[in-house]
């Protein structure tokens, strides 16, 4: 089977209801990106940025998969589909992506604030407690404070090399949903081998190199065509 490397972004959770960050009434026109999504702001006032995160989960726990992830699943009777995704949702695990790697983290989880490898996931963690989707300050688990397992702004992105190793590998290479704004994310395009075939769903496109062909549609719509087009080259 060939490989289907699909690179997603906010604009893949749209349309299940999730804003995504800068379209106009995006998440960023609402928040101050620097004081609930960075580094710097989660030393000054990590209350704030526990409760923007927290707001994040009530959301999602209320979103459904949308018919854009279910079609990638889909993709996979004719595929070897990996999924790259910036956003932090779990849309696509519960639509039932088998390999979805995540670049700035997930919501769902938290990490110990002393030992970034105890990471902890809700609401499992915290059931018994009055809000098992809510953290703050003072939330201890297993003895340790915990803080969001999203990659902030200032901070490195782990999972950035395995995914241009995944990247390198691809037959066919998707994007979907993405302004391109945030690197290293935006940079994975570089690390597809020359020749391969990419393709760009977005209804409001950024712009891309030439040899990407760019299907200017909302995910679910591009992902109909898309399917279309890739069964005659599965
Ligand atoms: P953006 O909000 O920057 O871009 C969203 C993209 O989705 C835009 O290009 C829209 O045109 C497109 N879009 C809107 N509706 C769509 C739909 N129905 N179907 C498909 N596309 C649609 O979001 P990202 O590029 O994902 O990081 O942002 C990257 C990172 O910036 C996020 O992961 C987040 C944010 O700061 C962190 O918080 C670490």
């Known amino acids: 089977m060939k490989k289907l490397v699909i690179s997603t972004g906010a604009g893949m959770s749209a349309e299940s209801g999730i804003a995504t960050f800068r379209d106009s009434g995006g998440l960023w026109d609402k928040y101050p990106v620097m004081d609930v999504a960075s580094?710097?702001?989660?030393?000054?006032?990590?209350?704030l940025v526990h409760e923007f995160y927290n707001?994040?989960?009530?959301?999602?726990?209320?979103?459904?998969?949308?018919a854009g992830?279910?079609?990638?699943?889909?993709?996979?009777?004719?595929?070897?589909?990996?999924?790259i995704t910036?956003?932090?949702?779990?849309?696509?695990?519960?639509?039932?992506?088998?390999?979805?790697l995540h670049l700035h983290g997930e919501l769902m989880k938290v990490r110990a604030l002393d030992d970034e490898s105890l990471v902890y996931t809700l609401p499992d963690a915290l059931v018994g407690s009055p809000d098992p989707l809510a953290t703050s300050v003072d939330t201890?688990?297993?003895?340790?404070k915990v803080?969001?397992?999203?990659?902030?702004?200032?901070e490195a992105v782990p999972n950035f090399e395995p995914?241009?190793?995944?990247?390198?590998?691809?037959?066919?290479?998707?994007?979907?949903?993405?302004?391109?704004?945030?690197?290293?994310?935006a940079a994975l395009l570089r690390y597809v081998r020359p020749g391969v075939p990419v393709y760009y769903i977005d209804p409001n496109p950024a712009t891309v190199p030439d040899y990407v062909t760019v299907i200017r549609a909302g995910a679910s719509e591009g992902l109909a065509r898309l399917a279309a087009i890739l069964g005659a080259d599965a």
Do not use: C, W
């Not at 580094?39 to 209350?47: I, K, L, S, T, V």
């Not at 241009?164 to 994310?185: H, L, R």
């Open 69 to 83: 992830h279910r079609a990638i699943v889909d993709l996979e009777r004719l595929f070897n589909v990996y999924v």
């Open 163 to 185: 995914a241009t190793e995944i990247a390198a590998e691809a037959d066919i290479f998707v994007v979907i949903g993405t302004s391109m704004n945030v690197y290293p994310a």
């Open 86 to 100: 910036q956003n932090v949702d779990n849309l696509h695990e519960r639509a039932g992506s088998g390999k979805v």
């Open 147 to 154: 803080r969001p397992h999203i990659v902030f702004f200032q």
């Open 39 to 47: 580094a710097d702001g989660f030393a000054r006032n990590p209350a």
């Open 140 to 144: 201890v688990i297993d003895g340790h």
């Open 55 to 66: 707001q994040r989960r009530r959301e999602l726990v209320a979103a459904e998969p949308n």
